[in-house]
């Protein structure tokens, strides 16, 4: 006897189905035809099924591990409202003393690193400085700042007063300096030109040479593993060399006690620039 091959094989089934259709009754054909639809319609939608519950646990891994927005704040971690530098007393500065101010960031649940940004204007020939703090609940024999937490006391709590130890100074680095200045008007100001110029002023604008911030940053920082937070110190010092230097005419103490400077902090993710 002949053996059937693959093909007769599915000729054979093809006709055997193709009678036993052609002998349903109208509504049985109906369903049959329906049913086959979907079956293709499911085989279809099977792999669309698996590349959308793929994406969606994608979209929620990326949620997951998204890091939160990096938050700059006062000392203990108050709101930023109460990082308060109105009180700099120039002439206390001048004469030796500098200020210091506690600050504090956040760098978020995953603790990314990131990068603190100080900005200022050049009026006054101040000296900045930022440096590494941790929080104690007690003076420490060491170089400390005393931060009273205006927050806790609204909320009359009785402990309000922390103190925060200086550590290891954070290097920065200034963006857009002009290289002349030093010799020409004794400190360092900024360039009246580039993009750092640009993002500041407008095309048409005019300022005084002072109003100009240098832009200053720090390298990559990575978070505090034994706080919930990061604690920083900006020291706000007179550039006793400035006025010694032979470009420098244009600030006295004297004559300039109303002078201000603008200053302003800001941190960022560490983008490796």
Do not use: C
Request: charge should be negative.
């Amino acid at each position: 006897m002949m053996k059937e091959t693959d093909k007769t094989k599915k000729y054979n089934i093809f006709q055997r189905l193709k009678k036993e259709f052609s002998e349903l009754s109208t509504v049985k054909k109906v369903q049959a035809i329906i049913a086959s639809v979907l079956t293709m319609l499911l085989m279809i939608a099977l792999p669309v099924y698996a590349w959308f519950a793929l994406g969606g646990k994608l979209e929620a891994f990326t949620k997951i591990k998204e890091p939160d927005n990096l938050d700059i704040r006062a000392g203990h971690y108050d709101d930023v409202k109460y990082f308060n530098l109105n009180d700099i007393d120039i002439e206390s500065i001048a004469a030796g003393t500098p200020h210091r101010v506690v600050f504090s960031v956040n760098a978020g649940d995953y603790k990314i690193p990131y990068q603190i940004q100080l900005a200022h204007t050049t009026n006054i020939p101040f000296k900045y400085r930022i440096y590494r703090a941790s929080e104690s609940t007690s003076a420490a024999d060491a170089t400390y700042v005393t931060y009273t937490s205006e927050l806790l006391k609204e909320k009359g709590e009785t402990n309000y007063t922390f103190y925060y130890i200086m550590g290891d100074e954070i290097p920065l680095t200034a963006k857009n300096p002009d290289p002349d200045s030093i010799t020409n008007y004794g400190r360092q100001l900024a360039l009246g030109s580039g993009d750092y110029y640009k993002d500041t002023y407008d095309v048409g604008d005019d300022p005084e040479i002072y109003a100009v911030p240098i832009y200053e940053q720090s390298g990559k920082i990575t978070y505090d593993s034994s706080s919930d937070h990061d604690y920083y110190i900006l020291e706000i010092s007179f550039d006793e060399t400035a006025t010694a230097k032979d470009g420098f005419s244009d600030w006295n103490i004297a004559a300039n006690k109303k002078e201000t400077d603008m200053i302003y902090l800001t941190a960022s993710r560490w983008s490796g620039d």
